[in-house]
């Protein structure tokens, strides 16, 4: 399982792996806002939280398609489906290498981005850790979108409408949590319930993606 | 690689394909050290038997029996990655498969001179080439194969017969799905066209409703 995680990052770093996709739209979504919104610091610190957090949900969104659909297309699908490893091992290596090559890469940037939205300071501990915390959960539901969608050409609309709706506990807590964080109040509700969504995700739907798997396979 | 303790067995097998019933009353053993040629015209249904045996899909009816994780199953596609070199592309096999060593398989299908080139940058019958050691590093007895020589030349379909001959002498068994002479002259020959499914007035099998819908 581990030489599965390892090609797939290998696969991503490699030229036409995507590794920058999801870093780069974020980057852009990021620097393009304050110039929509104009320069005025107290909007930009107000809407900071929600645009960081729909930005990477969106930079995630962006490369859900490709965990499966490359393999499918060329066959390694099938034989991993054969191979020894149980197929919720492979759904789960893949999450985890879509994790490192998206969200991680999104936590370590997002202070960087914050600054130009103008986050309170005592926001940016809180931004960094709602990222680290949310964006597995993403991964981990992306890889069960993906895996519904995997024998359909042409699937990646299907899947971004499956996967919103699933997103949407993971953003409004994500977002609550570095608000919150940024104003000095409490923050334990959010942190709870996101590090809940996160947990949930990647103890239950492993088992859900492989299954779907095995119905796309036939 | 140790040697089957039992036979590939089939019992009164039926397969379909997209909802409609392709083939049944199937019946047949692959004993260890022999190989097995499917015929049949395109259409008649080689792959689907070959990926309901491997697993990916179940029977319509029937059983399957064999020995557990012994199967390797070979499609069309290579399952090859374009920007892995061949040596990685081998070896990610070989680690998956638990085995580690693609000497064997790099010799076997004549590779050592193209280990550190791009699968992208591979010619069609190399990669087919490529594809067929990564049966090789399975370590499993007995092969599935779907028209493993496509693309092949006359010297590569030569390599590969002499590849199956040492697997068959090693205890493993093949089964093939084929168009052409593989010159493997010991090798049985089970024609399909007399087990092509019945319409379902004749007396065949309706085939699973939702299926057609998947």
Not at chain 1, 81 to 89: C, F, N, R, V
Not at chain 2, 74 to 101: C, M, P, R, Y
Request: glycine share 12%; net charge neutral; hydrophobic share 55%.
């Amino acid at each position: 399982m581990i030489a599965l995680f390892l090609r797939d990052l290998r696969l991503a770093i490699r030229a036409g792996g995507g590794f920058g996709l999801g870093l780069g739209f974020f980057l852009i979504v990021v620097v393009l806002v304050p110039l929509g919104v104009g320069p005025e610091g107290r909007t930009l610190s107000l809407i900071a939280p929600g645009i960081l957090w729909v930005a990477a949900l969106l930079a995630c969104l962006l490369s859900l398609d490709r965990i499966f659909a490359l393999d499918h297309e060329d066959g390694s699908l099938d034989l991993l489906a054969t191979a020894p490893i149980p197929l919720e091992g492979v759904v789960t290596m893949k999450a985890l290498a879509h994790w490192v090559t998206t969200g991680l890469p999104l936590t370590l940037a997002s202070p960087v981005l914050a600054l130009l939205m103008n986050l309170p300071g005592p926001g940016y501990p809180w931004l960094m850790l709602s990222l680290a915390l949310g964006t597995p959960a993403l991964s981990v539901i992306g890889t069960f979108g993906a895996a519904l969608t995997v024998g359909l050409k042409r699937g990646g609309l299907l899947l971004s409408l499956l996967v919103l709706p699933l997103y949407v506990p993971t953003l409004i807590f994500g977002a609550e949590l570095v608000k919150r964080g940024a104003a000095g109040q409490a923050v334990a509700t959010p942190f709870l319930l996101l590090a809940g969504i996160t947990a949930g995700a990647a103890a239950l739907l492993p088992f859900a993606s492989a299954a779907a798997l095995r119905v796309n396979l036939r | 690689m140790t040697p089957p303790a039992a036979a590939l067995a089939v019992t009164d097998l039926a397969v379909s394909r997209g909802g409609l019933p392709v083939l049944e009353r199937l019946r047949f053993t692959l004993h260890p050290g022999r190989a097995l040629i499917l015929r049949g015209p395109n259409g008649s249904g080689k792959t689907t038997l070959l990926r309901t045996l491997a697993g990916l899909q179940p029977p319509l009816a029937g059983f399957i029996t064999a020995p557990p994780e012994t199967i390797a199953y070979a499609s069309h596609a290579d399952g090859l990655k374009a920007t892995l070199t061949v040596a990685e592309n081998l070896a990610f096999w070989a680690q998956i498969f638990g085995t580690g060593d693609i000497g064997a398989a790099v010799d076997g299908m004549n590779l050592r001179g193209l280990l550190d080139r791009q699968a992208q940058n591979l010619s069609a019958g190399q990669k087919r080439r490529l594809g067929l050691a990564r049966l090789l590093v399975t370590g499993r007895p007995f092969w599935l194969l779907d028209e493993p020589t496509i693309s092949l030349d006359v010297a590569s379909v030569a390599l590969f017969a002499e590849v199956v001959r040492s697997h068959l002498a090693a205890g493993g068994a093949v089964l093939i799905a084929t168009h052409i002479d593989l010159g493997l002259p010991e090798a049985e020959v089970l024609d399909l066209a007399p087990h092509r499914a019945r319409a379902p007035a004749a007396g065949g099998l309706m085939g699973a409703f939702d299926e057609a819908f998947l």
